[in-house]
């Protein structure tokens, strides 16, 4: 078992939310974000400031992963003082080049750690179990492998979530030579550098993602029940 003290979390919320873009943020009566008045915010295009039960979705990702980790970064590129709120913010690096995706923000976080392992979650992910890091530390431990990734099990369904993952430290520059060379796709990269899968079969609302409007809205209704 690798220790709690050798990861370091990390957030994604860096990513331009396109899915979520409608013609306003719909939640149920009540609730105000404290975002919203400031300049230049709306909730339909940052999607980790959207409010699930009158929080913004990066505060259920922090409550979440931080105690899995040692501290916890938040990936963002705009309206970094109200992510500020919420943990240390880093933003992707300007030299790899722009709309890369997900995997900038995990490059930066692997620029920045001094821990020896980065555990990586998207803002918009509900659900991830409390033994999410542990077990995909485990998974990496019997492989030998440099990086792990979650795959919810429902049923015969299966479905993998390549951005619950952890990746070791050693991997920093492999990432930024991927990305340099024009690619991005993240299980391009996750079987370049043989990452194994751990299977998660205890709760089929694990890893349940909001990535639309209506998901915020169902969400929000079956909090409210």
């Not at 705009?78 to 995990?106: F, K, W």
């Not at 349940?208 to 909090?223: F, P, S, V, W």
Request: net charge neutral; aromatic share 4%; glycine share 8%.
């Amino acid at each position: 078992m690798i220790p709690r003290a050798e990861f370091t979390g990390l957030i994604l919320a860096g990513g331009l939310a396109r899915r979520m873009q409608g013609t306003g943020l719909r939640v149920p009566s009540g609730q105000t974000n404290q975002h919203s008045a400031m300049p230049g915010f709306s909730a339909e295009r940052e999607k980790g400031l959207a409010l699930l039960r009158g929080e913004p979705l990066v505060a259920h990702a922090c409550r979440a992963l931080a105690p899995q980790v040692d501290r916890v970064l938040i990936s963002a590129n705009r309206h970094t003082e109200q992510y500020s709120r919420y943990g240390q913010v880093i933003s992707d690096d300007p030299g790899l080049g722009t709309d890369l995706g997900p995997l900038a923000g995990v490059a930066q976080g692997l620029a920045t750690i001094t821990s020896a392992w980065l555990a990586v979650m998207p803002v918009d992910v509900l659900g991830i179990p409390a033994d999410m890091v542990a077990r995909l530390s485990d998974g990496a431990t019997r492989h030998g492998a440099h990086a792990a990734y979650a795959v919810s099990l429902v049923g015969q369904s299966a479905r993998a979530h390549p951005l619950c993952m952890i990746v070791h430290r050693s991997m920093a520059a492999d990432l930024q030579a991927f990305l340099q060379a024009g690619d991005r796709k993240v299980f391009m990269w996750m079987s370049r550098i043989s990452a194994v899968p751990v299977h998660f079969e205890d709760n089929d609302q694990a890893f349940a993602n909001i990535n639309t409007l209506d998901d915020l809205e169902k969400a929000n209704r079956l909090c409210s029940r």
